[in-house]
């Protein structure tokens, strides 16, 4: 694949703490060519958007310090590349605050032949720290003016401890702590941050906000989001004697359990996220208050989250590529996925963790029978190979042929408990018919050939006969989990 980002000087990037590098790195390792730009490298030929690139692969194995090196140096280099941007399979649009506009509007005629993370109009839309007044219910009180005065006013009257935030700056640069008992400071703070010198229509506006003193003990929660639902969160937490809680700032980040709270907040928003083309995003939680939308640029969550390094990565996603069969679907960009195949490589990443357990919740629902049997499989290969457990949920009868124990619901109650050979029994009493007669055919081709023929000429099966082929199975080592 061809895949370009556009973003800053390489040199003002900190390769170890900024996500997006270990992304190009990444791509770089997986024998991606990949370019960089600037946004003042995009002009218009011919009635064809274009840019002049640099290609900045270089050789693999680098570790990320050398690695970046090589790349400023690809970039001192007068070779430059000329590319037709529809030519790319990828564009990551990575620019920090302030969004260079006139970049936007050269790239939006063909947002929608090329895949951007983020689109153009996202970009625009989520660009500032003013997205978030589009969710006034569940942010911090808030204002924002460029009048000393009028600012003066509303921390009087708030009475309390307010936060400053320049509109257009990132990383807790220029964020302070203000308060109305400091009165002389005060002054002078606002006066500098609105440019007061300057006539009243070319003055900063600034934004006031409420100071949410639960962030000195609990700090903030970074939430990421795709497409509207939730990847995953990290906790930050600010350094002694600072309340910003920016990484860049000093904060420690640490593994964070999302609450039903901010789960509540973030079914909020994705309504107006994913119609406002934010495709990735990263949003900022203090206690029960949504206090930042951010155009996020974190990729490399996932597995890189828990600290594992990128070799032990690497592996961990090739296995989970192989043992799901979804190799083919490597390079596929994720919303070009069907519906079942999101939902297969949502299943082979969570699998990716290597959890203790597993819990899934009508994983399968959206898989056509084939995709059904060989996400099973893949299944009972994993939990032979770790050792882990699985709890199935499942409306489907025969998904008890997964397990090794079965908890039947029936009518709201636990209807039977036990061993699955024993639940076919149970099935037989109650007189229950076992749906799902051709998924269980196909399983039973290769290990119980003349049970297979059997069912498949329609001749009835006594339980004792299934349940003691069945058990046979089990006698293989095949299963390792419990089935809800």
Known sequence: ??????????????????????????????????????????????????????????????????????????????ELIFEIITDLDALFLRKNPPLNYQAMEFLAPVSDRVFMINGTSGQILGNSKLYILNFPEIIPETHVSRD????????????????????????????????????????????????????????????????????KKEGDVRILMLNGE????????????????????????????????????????????????????????????????????????????????????????????????IEHLRRRPCHLLSAGEKQTVTIASIFAMRPDYVILDESTSLLDAASRRAVLAAMERFLAETGAGLVFISMRIEDAWTCDEVIFLRDGRIDFEGAREDFLRHLDKLGIPLYGMPELIGRLEHALPGLARRLARGRRLSADEVAEAIAGMAGAGEGGGSCL
Not at 10 to 26: A, D, F, N, Q
Not at 48 to 64: D, F, K, Q, T, W
Not at 250 to 270: D, L, M, N, Q
Request: proline residues 4%; charged residues 30%; glycine residues 8%.
């Open 1 to 78: 694949m061809e895949i370009a980002f556009l973003m800053d000087r390489l040199e003002s990037i900190e390769p170890v703490y900024e996500t997006i590098s270990y992304l190009m790195y990444e791509c770089n390792e997986r024998g991606h060519t990949v370019y960089f730009l600037e946004p003042h490298d995009v002009y218009i030929r011919g009635n064809e958007i274009v840019a002049r690139m640099r290609n900045i692969s270089v050789r693999p194995g680098l570790p990320m310090e050398q690695y970046w090196h090589s790349l400023i140096e690809c970039t001192k280099k007068d």
């Open 148 to 215: 000393p005065v009028r600012l003066r006013k509303i921390i009087d009257d708030f009475g309390g401890d307010m936060v400053v935030k320049p509109l257009q700056r990132y990383g807790g640069e220029g964020v302070i702590k203000v308060s109305n008992r400091d009165r002389e400071n005060l002054t002078s703070l606002i006066n500098y941050y609105v440019r007061d010198y300057r006539s009243y229509p070319e003055r900063e506006p600034i934004m006031v906000q409420e100071y949410l003193d639960s962030v």
């Open 230 to 325: 939730i990847l995953g969160a990290m906790r930050r937490m600010p350094r002694n004697g600072d309340f910003r809680t920016n990484i860049h700032a000093g904060a420690t980040a640490y593994r964070h359990e999302i609450t039903p709270k901010e789960t509540e907040i973030c079914r909020a928003i994705k309504e107006r996220l994913v119609a406002d083309g934010l495709y990735f995003v990263g949003i900022d939680v203090i206690g029960d208050k949504l206090v930042e939308v951010v155009v996020e640029r974190e990729i490399g969550f996932g597995l890189r989250n828990l600290g594992l390094e990128l070799g032990e990565i690497e592996r961990r996603v090739n296995d989970a590529l192989e043992i799901f069969g």
